[in-house]
């Protein structure tokens, strides 16, 4: 399904999460980002794991806007923070025309297994839905799997994101 809102009302504060800080995206967070990505997808219908090379080239599109997307971090080891969730935004003003104004796109909404169940998905998607509002965007978009076996469809239709669209994927299995 197509899900949008309307970014005129403004989006709820959320609880401040312990332990949890949110992070804009960032070339020194890009692998990280890519682990949490793969493991939060791991189990989701038609996607595979994202290798480094594809990653390195994906995040280069001209319409991700790592300022709008956030990422969750919490201490992590040595290596540094360890980013534990993520909401990726993408903003094509080439698209604008066809939606009526000015919107941005959520590309991805992900938390890794070992911190779901915690509000970080909902705290997350209010903090970029505040983002796009004050960057001037009239309407947020995404995509959903209604099958998506974490529930994504009742995570946003909490924060007001309706149907505009649904459509069907046929599967042929040899």
Do not use: C, I
Request: avoid cysteine; aromatic fraction near 8%; hydrophobic fraction near 40%.
């Amino acid at each position: 399904m197509e899900l949008e809102r309307d970014l005129a009302a403004p989006a709820a504060e959320s609880p401040p999460l312990s332990g949890v800080r949110f992070v804009s995206y960032a070339e020194k967070r890009k692998e990280r980002a890519r682990s949490a990505l793969n493991d939060a997808f791991r189990d989701h219908w038609g996607t595979q794991p994202v290798t480094a090379a594809e990653w390195a080239t994906g995040d280069r599109l001209s319409a991700f806007r790592p300022d709008l997307s956030v990422l969750a971090v919490t201490p992590g080891t040595r290596e540094g923070e360890r980013v534990v969730g993520f909401v990726f935004v993408d903003v094509n003003q080439e698209e604008w025309p066809l939606r009526g104004g000015p919107f941005g796109y959520v590309t991805s909404v992900g938390v890794r297994r070992e911190a779901r169940g915690q509000g970080l998905a909902r705290a997350m998607l209010a903090h970029v839905l505040r983002a796009l509002r004050a960057d001037g965007l009239n309407h947020a978009v995404l995509d959903v799997d209604v099958e998506n076996p974490t529930g994504a469809l009742g995570l946003y239709q909490g924060p007001g994101f309706t149907v505009t669209a649904r459509s069907v994927s046929l599967v042929k299995r040899f």
